[in-house]
């Protein structure tokens, strides 16, 4: 039997090793950065569809890694709080409304204009991140 040896391979698994450790580093910065970035694209679009003075609503948006999927979840999180103390409806259920209205009023539809922007921007975002891992 012939025995074939391969110097050097030892050195291509440990580059092809760090190779896929940056890009788990790239993707994971990448999913921080577009939440960061979808979180503060709601809340502007929210400021600018209402006079509404209280922040809880805006406060209530939480970006959320999920990573088995490569993606990010933004959503408002948590529940409203009655002046008597005890827990009101949900944040979701509110920005449900405030976006397309209910039947008492039409409504703002501030989630779109923010999906809009944010499609805008997340490809140059990841362009950058990735051009700085792969370089």
């Known amino acids: 039997m012939a025995n074939v040896s391969i ?3 030892e050195n291509v698994v440990k ?3 760090s190779m896929v450790r940056g890009v788990d580093e ?3 910065e990448i ?3 577009v939440g960061k970035l979808g979180v503060s694209t709601w809340r502007e679009a929210m400021t600018a569809s ?3 003075t209280t922040g809880e609503l805006r406060k209530s948006i939480r970006a959320s890694k999920k990573k088995k999927q490569h993606a990010v979840d933004i959503a408002p999180s948590g529940y409203r ?3 008597d103390g005890t827990r009101g409806g949900s944040y979701a259920a509110a920005v ?3 976006n397309y209205g209910t039947s008492k009023w039409p409504g703002s539809h501030f989630l779109k204009r923010a999906e809009e922007k944010i499609s805008r921007e997340v490809g140059d975002v990841c362009e950058k991140i990735l ?5």
Do not use: H, N, V
């Open 81 to 83: 709080k009655k002046k």
């Open 7 to 9: 110097e050097g391979l």
């Open 50 to 52: 209402t006079s509404s």
């Open 31 to 33: 999913l921080t950065t």
């Open 15 to 17: 580059q092809l090793d």
């Open 26 to 28: 790239a993707e994971d």
């Open 96 to 98: 449900f409304s405030w």
């Open 131 to 135: 051009d700085k891992y792969i370089k």
